[in-house]
């Protein structure tokens, strides 16, 4: 069974910092890319940073970029977030996912197969 849990949201001031784990089962980790993707309300879920497992090639979104660093411990088969200097419009749900293969693209949420229940990120001003 495929299974994708997210940990590490929660409440932070702007400018601060939290640390979202992917950590996922059930799938052959070394082949799939991993994505991060949020969701605030009234908005469509947007791509945020991605990671290939097997060749850890990464891609970040323009609006996190310098940010937000995203990895991964294959081992463990998990992948972190660190998210940096927090904004309020960082405030959303935040959901990983996985799909086969390798980044080529922008991280597009119809391409992923699996997804986690998400973990809510709230930025106070």
């Known amino acids: 069974e495929v299974q994708l849990v997210e940990s590490g949201g929660g409440l932070a001031q702007a400018g601060g910092s939290l640390r979202l784990s992917c950590a996922a089962s059930?799938?052959?980790?070394?082949?799939?890319?991993i994505g991060w993707f949020r969701q605030a309300p009234g908005k469509e879920r947007e791509g945020v940073s991605a990671?290939?497992?097997?060749?850890?090639?990464?891609y970040y979104a323009n609006s996190v970029k310098g940010r937000f660093t995203i990895s991964s411990d294959n081992a463990k088969t998990t992948v972190y977030l660190q998210m940096n200097s927090l904004k309020p419009d960082d405030t959303a749900v935040y959901y990983c996912?996985?799909?086969?293969?390798?980044?080529?693209?922008?991280?597009?949420?119809?391409?992923?197969?699996?997804w986690g229940q998400g973990t809510q990120v709230t930025v106070s001003s």
């Open positions: 996912a996985a799909r086969w293969g390798v980044i080529t693209h922008t991280p597009v949420p119809s391409f992923y197969d699996y």
């Open positions: 059930g799938f052959t980790f070394d082949d799939y890319v």
């Open positions: 990671i290939s497992s097997s060749d850890g090639s990464t």
